[in-house]
């Protein structure tokens, strides 16, 4: 079950989510990683794609987060 929180702002709505609502998955979309990382949506596809940042696979056309390795990833920064 998520906890995540939702900011209904009039501009956006948010979803925020932390480590622990996704620690257990395989991987979460860019979007996800987005809620978790405190970044927007177009600011988290701009790092997926320069493949310099988070760490992300792509399969195909679609970006994907392991979560493992994001994890390990923000330990170490």
Known sequence: ???ATTDNTPAERRVRLTLDDVRGR????????????????GQ???????GGSFPVMRI???YL??????I???GEH
Do not use: F, K
């Open 65 to 70: 987060v392991p979560v493992p390795a994001l």
């Open 72 to 74: 390990a990833w923000l």
């Open 44 to 50: 988290a596809y701009v790092e997926a794609r320069s």
């Open 26 to 41: 395989a991987t979460i979309s860019v979007e996800e990683a987005a809620a978790v990382l405190g970044l927007s949506r």
């Open 60 to 62: 195909g056309r679609r």
């Open 1 to 3: 079950m998520t906890t």
